[in-house]
């Protein structure tokens, strides 16, 4: 089992920045592709960034690239989402999820992420 916590949502005026964290216990971190997705109100989850297991690749939704970035560190049991030049319509839950494969895998799919975080809300006021 795997327990993921999210922090550092908050509200913040469209251009500013925030900063997510997610922090897992529970299973050996650095074996976990770790990815963040998000929820706008009347919409569907979406996909927002994935990182690999030591972190060397990343991949990103184009909605947020060149925007945010995607990070982790292993030593601390977190990943991060740095997250610059927010707009309106990135307003919404941020989750993070955790994909527990035995074998190396950076996927944006849902389905495939065992272990979810219970969200941060982002909120960016135009």
């Known amino acids: 089992q795997v327990q993921l916590g999210e922090s550092g949502g908050g509200l913040v005026q469209a251009g500013g920045s925030l900063r997510l964290s997610c922090a897992a216990s529970?299973?050996?971190?650095?074996?976990?592709?770790m990815a963040w997705f998000r929820q706008a109100p009347g919409k569907e989850r979406e996909f927002v960034a994935a990182?690999?297991?030591?972190?060397?690749?990343?991949n990103y939704a184009d909605s947020v690239k060149g925007r945010f970035t995607i990070f982790r560190d292993n030593a601390k049991n977190t990943v991060y989402l740095q997250m610059n030049s927010l707009k309106p319509e990135d307003t919404a839950v941020y989750s993070c999820?955790?994909?527990?494969?035995?074998?190396?895998?950076?996927?944006?799919?849902?389905?495939?992420?065992?272990?979810w975080g219970q969200g941060t809300q982002v909120t960016a006021s135009s």
């Open positions: 529970g299973r050996t971190f650095s074996s976990l592709a």
């Open positions: 999820a955790a994909d527990s494969a035995p074998f190396p895998r950076l996927t944006s799919r849902e389905v495939e992420y065992d272990y």
């Open positions: 990182i690999s297991w030591s972190g060397g690749r990343t």
